[in-house]
């Protein structure tokens, strides 16, 4: 056959990617050489190709955080009303409304602006470098100034600074699992040429920008950078990602819909009756702004803006970082959490979980990370083995594991590390042991051949020590040791013990050491030597769940969130942490990438119908976890995605809220999240599920305030306007009570602390609006309530010959008592108002007294009274009206008992802990 071209080897690496090619033809591609590019041409590449840098999004800027805030639809009618104000000459009028739709832009603002620093602040500081040769020499650059063709040396503890074909390999082994989500660093190797459609968990032979190398050195041609690496590609496919709509923006565009449609069909009627009265276009036109100032809720936006800044708060104190306020509440919102599994429901780190004896039961290895405490549950009996093979570990071995500052630190290789724990929980003194028997020499692991051994002297007998692969290590073996003794070997029951092992989801590694015989005079110690061991045993190690992992999914369970883990990882692993997990039991409840893919081919409904009942993805790729997202939500779930890796990106960005981790999370993880954990930890999930709750728990009480308010004011002037009488207030006066005093308390209302049982309650339906049927049934009989009472008030105070600006006034004095009352009816939507203490909420009971005393002050100010066409009232006057406000309060705590007698809800909710803020 033929040597291909160079144009033939150019097309092929663009068209099928570096790792078709061997090492030298990709060489040969991109026009390098073992001595690398010369600094002229790194300079030209690097003026062509561009830097070696992800693309980011410009940083977010002082004003654009301030005008996102207007992007809102009931802002968007706030506004035309100010607009149609304005042409009607009411300049006060818009005013006040302009000037609440500034200070909840500025509210908003300061929220966003410092969550969106704080985000800042969690980006890794340090600037990658990287080691080239260029013109023969090795340099040390910058990794952004890297170009494809340059040569770079990789070694255990860096990161990969750009995709590279590799040259060489060493034992290496590289961390992928931000790419992969593979849990177990992936063993690499130069030589392999591998078909087009090989998939990225599979490439042996290149390396990945961004991932870590554990174990090993090479060399590599760097044949991508920036963007074009596979990093890149996702980082750039989210730029063009739909986002799903936050679950409260969905109910409040239907709602300001129908506000929208209310406001307008009343007004038209309300009109026409006016016209056909004989009413002039100049009164009609101040009665349809006074309609509308009266039933849009101009403080809403303020209040909803408050109730989130609150809560982004008390997520921040509960290790959560709103990057967008609406966040706080679409995350309580939530039906279904699909979370990957390295990193987040995992430490991401190696620990060993079990271990295989001769002739014994499998023992289990407890304790978290890689600190020793812990032990291993094996017999009195058996304790023996379990030390030997604790000091295998430990003297084949090249990690360090250690107590600095009543703190441990360690640093190598993962699975060195996790042997270290392990020793040292089998009760072996490592310094000692160390001591005792010195290292004489040691074969480093090579991923050819499988395994890494060390020699030792021990007395006066030199003594070998191996781990590796199973069947590499039951080769050099004779015997195994047993509690009788050391004995024949049993290979064949051996081997079926690791099969088991490994079918569990573990990773597992062998062990065997004993004297041999080495002629002083002979050859260095090699592979030869290493025959008639003594076989110790298996090793299982795994990538242990968070201590906190499985309660935070029943807690989840409990709330009505369904719960799902998505990863890229091998089915066995996924099984054995989905069992932990109580997530499922059998390997066919496994949902595989490969089975995945051939459903896909079926169309939609089919990946709906599968993935409507599974509960465990494995071995999935990034674009299939967008798959599944889009399926979840055409089913009908607010999806919520968590994850750290870059493999996680498009699925977050494309579910309703997004969930990164702060401390593993990568770049583009927490860029495509609107939440961030800075505890990596999955149960700080369910405490922004709870807190979410709160928030939007809190803005249904501020929307039930304003709104209840606000109808009974178009109430008012629906039955003034059809028996005829003048208009009960004005312009003005509607947008006092709705902007100033109602102002003062439905912001302090947002500051309401939980009821508790957040958690012990489903999340509410999708499709379920704000304006549900327990918020109308309450709307309707308080609204009625207060506008027939007004009504009747009015009514008499003009038959008894009041002037009308002194009845006029009467009516607002009324309504705004009753809006004091009601701020108390609306702390909750079934426990009685005697049963919640004024002290959980004092911000509530100061801003109600203000309310009233900022009205009473209006009264007597002069510019201010005039404006408002106020006047004094007498205290007689004031108690009377008081006394027809509390029959509010009666009529509330009536309906409630009815609400509780139909739902079994009791009168007094247990008040719940709640953090500062």
Avoid at 560 to 582: S, W
Avoid at 646 to 666: C, E, F, L, S, Y
Avoid at 912 to 917: L, Y
Wanted: hydrophobic share 50%.
């Amino acid at each position: 056959m033929p040597e291909p071209s160079l144009d033939d080897l150019k097309s092929r690496l663009a068209s099928d990617g570096a790792h078709t090619l061997g090492a030298e033809q990709t060489c040969a591609a991109l026009d390098s050489s073992a001595r690398g590019l010369g600094a002229v041409e790194a300079a030209a590449r690097l003026a062509r190709f561009g830097r070696n840098e992800l693309p980011r999004a410009l940083p977010v800027g002082v004003l654009r955080v301030f005008l996102r805030q207007f992007l809102a639809p009931l802002v968007y009618i706030l506004l035309a009303a100010a607009a149609f104000s304005a042409v009607m000459r009411q300049w006060s009028d818009a005013g006040f409304i302009l000037g609440v739709l500034v200070v909840n832009a500025l509210i908003g603002s300061v929220q966003e602006y410092g969550a969106e620093r704080s985000a800042e602040a969690l980006r890794a500081l340090a600037v990658l470098k990287a080691y080239v040769i260029r013109d023969g020499e090795d340099h040390e650059v910058q990794g952004e100034e890297l170009v494809p063709g340059d040569i770079v040396l990789l070694e255990a503890g860096s990161k990969v600074p750009a995709d590279v074909r590799l040259l060489s390999t060493a034992g290496l082994e590289i961390d992928e699992s931000l790419l992969t989500g593979e849990s177990n660093a992936a063993t690499k190797a130069s030589a392999p040429i591998l078909s087009s459609d090989t998939p990225v968990a599979d490439r042996v032979n290149q390396a990945f920008a961004g991932t870590l190398v554990t174990r090993g050195r090479a060399h590599g041609v760097v044949v991508a950078t920036g963007p074009r690496t596979e990093l890149g590609r996702i980082a750039s496919s989210l730029a063009s990602a739909d986002t799903a709509k936050p679950p409260l923006l969905v109910r409040m565009d239907r709602f300001t819909k129908r506000i929208a449609l209310g406001v307008g069909a009343t007004a038209v009627a309300l009109g026409a009756v006016s016209v056909a009265r004989g009413g002039a276009v100049g009164e009609v036109f101040t009665l349809a702004i006074a309609l509308a100032v009266s039933a849009i809720p101009e403080g809403l936006p303020v209040a909803i803006t408050v109730a989130l800044a609150i809560g982004a708060r008390r997520m921040g104190h509960r290790k959560v970082i709103a990057r967008r306020m609406i966040a706080v509440e679409a995350l309580g919102s939530c039906t279904f959490i699909a979370s990957d599994k390295t990193g987040t429901l995992t430490l991401n780190e190696q620990s060993v979980r079990r271990l295989l004896l001769p002739g014994e039961e499998p023992c289990d290895v407890t304790g978290q990370g890689v600190a020793p405490e812990g032990d291993v549950t094996a017999p009195p009996e058996a304790r023996p083995l379990v030390r030997r093979l604790g000091e295998a570990a430990a003297l084949c071995n090249d990690g360090f594991l250690g107590l600095r500052d009543e703190v441990w630190v360690h640093h190598g290789d993962a699975v060195d590390v996790a042997l270290l724990a392990m020793a040292a929980r089998a009760g072996v003194h490592v310094a000692t042991l160390e001591a005792s028997c010195p290292r004489v020499a040691a074969i480093p692991f090579d991923p050819e051949h499988r395994f890494a051994a060390t020699l030792h002297r021990k007395a006066d007998t030199l003594h070998a020590v191996a781990k590796g692969a199973g069947e590499r290590i039951l080769a050099m073996c004779s015997r195994m040791a047993t509690r009788g003794g050391d004995v024949a070997l049993d290979a064949a029951a051996l081997e079926a013990q690791a099969d088991a092992l490994a079918l569990g989801g573990f990773r597992v590694l062998a062990l065997a050491a004993g004297p041999i015989e080495l002629d002083p005079a002979a050859a260095d110690f090699g592979h030869e030597h290493l025959v008639g061991l003594v076989f110790l045993g298996f090793v299982g190690m795994m990538d242990p769940l968070r201590p906190e992992a499985r309660a935070s999914v029943a807690a989840c369970r409990r709330a009505g969130i369904e719960v799902a883990m998505v990863t890229g990882d091998h089915p066995a692993t996924a099984l054995a942490i989905a069992r932990e997990l109580g997530l499922a039991e059998r390997p066919a409840e496994v949902v595989t990438g490969s089975s995945l893919a051939k459903i896909t081919a079926r169309g939609v409904e089919a990946v709906d119908e599968l993935v409507r009942t599974s509960r465990v993805f494995a071995r999935v790729e990034p674009r299939q976890k967008l798959e599944i997202v889009q399926s979840l939500i055409r089913l009908g779930h607010f999806v919520a995605v968590t994850g750290d890796g870059a493999n996680d990106a498009p699925a977050m960005r494309a579910a309703h809220i997004g969930v990164a981790m702060g401390k593993r999370g990568t770049d583009v993880a927490r860029e495509s999240a609107e939440l961030i954990l800075t505890d990596d930890n999955f149960a700080s999930i369910v405490a922004g599920v709870e807190e979410g709750r709160v928030a939007y728990a809190n803005v249904r009480k501020v929307i039930f305030l304003l709104v209840s308010t606000g109808a009974a004011e178009v109430l008012l002037f629906v039955l003034t306007t059809a028996t005829g009488l003048p208009a009960p207030l004005w312009p003005v006066q509607l947008l006092w009570l709705n902007l100033v005093t109602n102002g003062i308390q439905d912001v302090a209302l947002a500051f309401e602390p939980a009821e508790g049982g957040e958690l012990g309650r489903p999340p509410r339906p999708p499709r379920e609006p704000v304006f549900d049927r327990l918020m109308l049934e309450r709307t309707l009989v308080s609204a009625l309530f207060m506008a027939l009472v007004a009504f009747f008030a009015y009514r008499w105070m003009l038959a008894e010959g009041w002037h009308l600006a002194t009845a006029q006034n009467g009516v607002l004095l009324l309504l705004v008592l009753f809006e004091n009352v009601q701020a108390g009816n609306s702390r909750s939507e079934t426990a009685s108002l005697v049963g919640l203490s004024p002290l959980r909420n004092r911000l509530l009971l100061v801003g109600t007294v203000v309310a009233q005393l900022v009205h009473i002050g209006a009264l007597y100010a002069p510019g201010l009274r005039d404006i408002l066409h106020l006047e004094p009232v007498p205290l007689v006057q004031w108690l009377a009206t008081l006394g027809l406000a509390l029959g509010l309060l009666v009529v509330a705590e009536l309906h409630k008992v009815l609400i509780r007698r139909r739902t079994g809800t009791p009168w007094k909710k247990r008040e719940a802990p709640r953090p500062e803020g």
